[in-house]
């Protein structure tokens, strides 16, 4: 009852979608900072999801939301999802959509090193560390900047925009691995994903408004904006990628995680009309191989 599928049309195609939702996201987050700050658009975004979660969360029979247990890892997880989003909303005030969305899914070759040092089971192979070097060199040459005659200021604070986005990743990857490592390992899906929310829609309107990032200009693309990542990021896409998780082979589903950096990249310079510097390119080419081999070493080794 429990065996994972194999990919089929259906799979495939839900998580084409996905990628297309999560590499918008960041672009999306962008589009309406001149209205509303990515720190308050995250964390009202989490406050919205986290109602339409909760009667899930209360009908499942299986949930355990206040056992202590589960409520101080949960404590944990909402710190760390809360800053990964928080370092997330100050980088894409300082750099391009298109860098954040990359630099930030370098997330599962932080959580590949964080296992590795936890699980005997996680060990990395010697193709694994290839890979981790390959993403590793890929992400030098993202962050080098051609000296331009009066564009350093400009080159300075995205330099400093990307090393937040990286930052993200890393705590990004702190959260997965500590419900990996927590009693919420057990937990139901939903319940994980509500101590998240709820959570994080507590620390980083906090946030928001200590940092005076708080001021909202209810404009049709604010209140769009809002909608999309409320229903469609939050709320429906994180189900479905539990739902996946639950019905197919998670290494299958890893296959297509290079496509939400690529996808991002597009509407980046689409929506944004970002400008994309050759060793960018690069970089990223070298970041999502180096992804690549890491989550599909077992296939590769074949």
Same mark, same amino acid.
């Given at each position: 009852?429990?065996?994972?599928?194999?990919?089929?049309?259906?799979?495939?195609?839900?998580?084409?979608?996905?990628?297309?939702?999560?590499?918008?996201?960041?672009?999306? #987050?962008?589009?309406?900072?001149?209205?509303?700050?990515?720190?308050?658009?995250?964390?009202?975004?989490?406050?919205? %999801?986290?109602?339409?979660? #909760?009667?899930?969360?209360?009908?499942? !029979?299986?949930?355990?939301?206040?056992?202590?247990?589960?409520?101080? /890892?949960? $404590?944990?997880?909402?710190?760390?999802?809360?800053?990964?989003? @928080?370092?997330?909303?100050? %980088?894409?005030?300082?750099?391009?959509?298109?860098? /954040?969305?990359? #630099?930030?899914?370098?997330?599962?070759? &932080?959580? $590949?090193?964080?296992?590795?040092?936890?699980?005997?089971?996680?060990?990395?192979?010697?193709?694994?560390?290839?890979?981790?070097?390959? *993403?590793?060199?890929?992400?030098?040459?993202? &962050?080098?900047?051609?000296? !331009?005659?009066?564009?350093?200021? @400009?080159? !300075?604070?995205?330099?400093?925009?990307?090393?937040? $986005?990286?930052?993200? /990743?890393?705590?990004?990857? *702190?959260?997965?691995?500590?419900?990996?490592?927590?009693?919420?390992?057990?937990?139901? +899906?939903?319940?994980?994903?509500?101590? !998240?929310? $709820?959570?994080?829609?507590?620390?980083?309107?906090?946030?928001?408004?200590?940092?005076?990032? /708080?001021?909202?200009?209810?404009?049709?693309?604010?209140?769009?904006?809002? %909608?999309?990542?409320?229903?469609?990021?939050?709320?429906?896409?994180? #189900?479905?990628?539990?739902?996946?998780?639950?019905?197919?082979?998670?290494?299958?589903?890893?296959?297509?995680? @290079?496509?939400?950096?690529?996808?991002?990249?597009?509407?980046?310079?689409?929506?944004?009309?970002?400008?994309?510097?050759?060793?960018?390119?690069?970089?990223?080419?070298? +970041?999502?191989?180096?992804?690549?081999?890491?989550?599909?070493?077992?296939?590769?080794?074949?």
């Amino acid at each position: 009852m429990d065996e994972r599928k194999a990919l089929d049309q259906t799979a495939s195609s839900l998580m084409i979608v996905l990628c297309m939702v999560w590499g918008l996201q960041q672009v999306i #987050l962008k589009m309406a900072a001149s209205d509303i700050s990515p720190l308050m658009q995250i964390a009202l975004r989490s406050g919205l %999801a986290a109602l339409l979660l #909760l009667p899930l969360v209360l009908l499942d !029979q299986k949930s355990q939301l206040m056992n202590p247990k589960n409520v101080k /890892a949960g $404590a944990l997880v909402a710190v760390l999802f809360s800053l990964e989003f @928080f370092l997330l909303a100050q %980088a894409l005030q300082l750099t391009s959509a298109s860098h /954040a969305v990359v #630099l930030l899914y370098t997330a599962p070759i &932080f959580v $590949a090193l964080g296992l590795h040092w936890k699980l005997p089971s996680e060990r990395l192979t010697l193709l694994q560390w290839t890979g981790i070097g390959i *993403a590793f060199i890929g992400i030098v040459v993202t &962050f080098i900047r051609p000296q !331009q005659i009066g564009v350093n200021t @400009f080159q !300075q604070q995205m330099l400093w925009g990307d090393l937040y $986005a990286l930052a993200a /990743a890393i705590a990004w990857a *702190a959260t997965t691995v500590t419900v990996r490592l927590s009693s919420l390992a057990q937990a139901a +899906v939903t319940q994980t994903l509500f101590y !998240q929310l $709820a959570g994080s829609f507590i620390l980083l309107l906090g946030l928001a408004f200590f940092m005076g990032q /708080a001021v909202v200009q209810w404009t049709p693309l604010v209140m769009g904006s809002l %909608a999309f990542h409320t229903l469609i990021v939050s709320f429906a896409s994180f #189900l479905a990628w539990f739902w996946l998780l639950r019905n197919y082979l998670a290494s299958r589903l890893g296959v297509f995680s @290079f496509l939400t950096p690529l996808f991002g990249i597009i509407f980046g310079v689409w929506l944004l009309d970002e400008n994309i510097e050759a060793n960018f390119i690069f970089g990223t080419a070298l +970041v999502l191989l180096g992804i690549l081999v890491v989550s599909l070493q077992g296939w590769l080794r074949k």
